[in-house]
C-alpha cells in the first residue's frame, strides 16, 4: 500500500479533467525553469534577511535579552517565505501546455483564483511559427511558440516553452496525421 | 493574563491559520489541477516544510514572555 502511495511521485499517467477516453497525451509542456529559478533567487535572499539581521543585532538583542522573540519573528518571516515560494511554484507548474493526439489545451494560471483555459482542436490549426529571443534564449533553448488558427485573428502563443522546435514539429506531425488520417509517431 | 498578552496570542494564533488557510489552498490547488508528477512532488515537499515550520514556530511561541518585552 505504501508503494503504491510512494509511486505517484515516481510516475504519472498525465491525466487531466475533462480528459476523453481514447485520447492520449502526446506532449506536457511548462515553462522553461529558468524563469522559476529567477524568482527564487530573490527568495534564497529573502532567507537571508533573518541570519544578517541577527548578526548585526546580536549586541543589541543579548543586552535586551529579546533572543526568544528574535527567534519567534524570524520563524514567522520564513513560514511567510515558504508561502510564498510554493505560491510562485504553483502558478509555474499549474501553467501548462498539453499536446494530446486531438488537440492542444493551453492554461494559464495567472494566480490562485485566475485561471485561463484555451482549447484548439487539431483540425484548426493552420500556421506554427517559432521565436528565440536573446542569448540566454539561445543557450538555454527556450523561446515561444506561435500557433495561427483557421479563423484569421486567433493566434495561441506559448511561452519560453523548452525546445520549441521540437514543440513546432510535434504539432506539424500531429496536424499532418489529422490530415491524412495517418497515425502520428512522435520522435 | 494582561491586555496585550491576550492581543499578542489573538494576533499570533490568527496569523498562523490565515498561514494554514493559505496552505490548504494552495495543496488544493496542486493535487485538483497539477498534471503530471511535478505537482504531487511540490505539495508533498510543501506540506512537509509547513508542518515542520509551525511545529518550530510553536515551539518559539511557548518560549516568548511577553511581560519581558513589556517591561523594556
Redesign the interface.
Known amino acids: 500500500m505504501i508503494r503504491s502511495l510512494l509511486s505517484?511521485?515516481?510516475?504519472?499517467t498525465?491525466?487531466?479533467?475533462g480528459q476523453k477516453d481514447d485520447e492520449n497525451i502526446v506532449l506536457?509542456l511548462?515553462r522553461h525553469p529558468f524563469t522559476i529559478y529567477i524568482r527564487i533567487g530573490f527568495y534564497v535572499l529573502a532567507f537571508l534577511v533573518p541570519i544578517v539581521a541577527g548578526v548585526m543585532f546580536y549586541s543589541y538583542l543579548s543586552v535586551?535579552?529579546?533572543f526568544?522573540?528574535f527567534?519567534?519573528v524570524s520563524?514567522?518571516w520564513?513560514?511567510?517565505l515558504?508561502?510564498a515560494v510554493?505560491?510562485s511554484?504553483?502558478l509555474y507548474?499549474?501553467n501548462?501546455v498539453?499536446i494530446t493526439d486531438r488537440r492542444i489545451i493551453d492554461?494559464d494560471?495567472h494566480g490562485?483564483f485566475n485561471?485561463e483555459t484555451s482549447e484548439l482542436h487539431s483540425n484548426r490549426i493552420q500556421d506554427v511559427s517559432t521565436h528565440t529571443n536573446g542569448m540566454i534564449e539561445t543557450f538555454l533553448q527556450f523561446g515561444d511558440v506561435t500557433v495561427q488558427t483557421a479563423a484569421s485573428e486567433k493566434q495561441f502563443v506559448f511561452h519560453q516553452v523548452p525546445r520549441p522546435d521540437k514543440v513546432k514539429d510535434v504539432i506539424m506531425q500531429m496536424t499532418a496525421s489529422k490530415h491524412t488520417g495517418v497515425k502520428a509517431v512522435v520522435q | 493574563m494582561p491586555l496585550l498578552e491576550i492581543i499578542f496570542n489573538v494576533l499570533v494564533i490568527g496569523l498562523l491559520f490565515v498561514y494554514w488557510a493559505v496552505a490548504f489552498i494552495i495543496l488544493y490547488h496542486l493535487t485538483r489541477f497539477g498534471v503530471g508528477v511535478q505537482p504531487k512532488r511540490f505539495a508533498a515537499i510543501f506540506m512537509l516544510g509547513s508542518i515542520i515550520l509551525f511545529t518550530v514556530t510553536i515551539i518559539l511561541f511557548m518560549k516568548i514572555d511577553i511581560n519581558l518585552l513589556i517591561s523594556q
Not at chain 1, 505517484?8 to 504519472?12: A, D, Q, V
Not at chain 1, 498525465?14 to 479533467?17: A, T
Open positions: 505517484i511521485f515516481r510516475e504519472s498525465n491525466s487531466f479533467e506536457l511548462r535586551h535579552n529579546w526568544d522573540t527567534f519567534f520563524s514567522i520564513y513560514l511567510g515558504w508561502l510554493f505560491h511554484l504553483t507548474t499549474l501548462t498539453l492554461s494560471q490562485l485561471r
